[in-house]
Nanobody, 124 residues
Framework: QVQVVESGGGSVQAGGSLKLSCTLS????????LGWFRQAPGEEREGISC????????YYADSVKGRFTISRDNDKDVLFLEMNSLKPEDTAMYYCAADHQYYGMCSGVAAKYWGQGTQVTVSS
């Protein structure tokens, strides 16, 4: 049984930083591209950053480019999202997801396995 569990969310002031983690089990980790998605109340879920199977390719949405960094540890089966210079508009539920396909994963908000999410709240 595949399990996807996010952690590291919380409340910070604007300009602060958080680092999200996502642990995956029940699958062959490096067979999967991974991504971070977020959904604010009343908004559609968006793909903000994705990373290919061995980390050689990454994608960032324009809204987070230059502030967020995605990385993965294929030895420990963990995905990370380091978030700096946080803004109130970054407030959302953040989800980790996995899929065999990297291309289109973020833009299409398409993945086979999803976590339950971790809340990030940024106050001004």
């Amino acid at each position: 049984q595949v399990q996807v569990v996010e952690s590291g969310g919380g409340s910070v002031q604007a300009g602060g930083s958080l680092k999200l983690s996502c642990t995956l089990s029940g699958l062959t980790f490096d067979d999967y591209a991974l991504g971070w998605f977020r959904q604010a109340p009343g908004e559609e879920r968006e793909g903000i950053s994705c990373i290919s199977w061995k980390g050689g390719m990454t994608y960032y949405a324009d809204s987070v480019k230059g502030r967020f960094t995605i990385s993965r540890d294929n030895d420990k089966d963990v995905l990370f999202l380091e978030m700096n210079s946080l803004k109130p508009e970054d407030t959302a539920m953040y989800y980790c997801a996995a899929d065999h396909q990297y291309y289109g994963m973020c833009s299409g908000v398409a993945a086979k396995y999803w976590g339950q999410g971790t809340q990030v709240t940024v106050s001004s």
